[in-house]
């Protein structure tokens, strides 16, 4: 949310990252396969939650993550 603003669409302007979770290029191939451009909400947040369960184990373990370092 405080990167995107739950918008599919969003694109960082210094990175390959985009949509929702702002997944990198690599991280949304890998997790996405073929679909990995899709602006589809639920791809996406399925993607991004793989990716944080994968990375962090939980998602509290994400935000605690997060709130020590400002980013995930």
């Not at 603003?5 to 997944?23: I, V």
């Not at 997060?66 to 980013?71: E, I």
């Amino acid at each position: 949310m405080s990167e995107s603003g739950n918008n599919p669409l969003a694109k960082n302007r210094t990175s390959t990252a985009f949509g929702e979770g702002q997944l990198l290029i690599a991280n949304r191939k890998a997790l996405m396969g073929s679909n990995y451009a899709s602006t589809d909400c639920n791809a996406q947040l399925g993607a991004f939650s793989k990716y944080t369960l994968g990375r962090y184990g939980s998602y509290d373990q994400a935000w605690s993550f997060h709130k020590a370092h400002g980013w995930y």
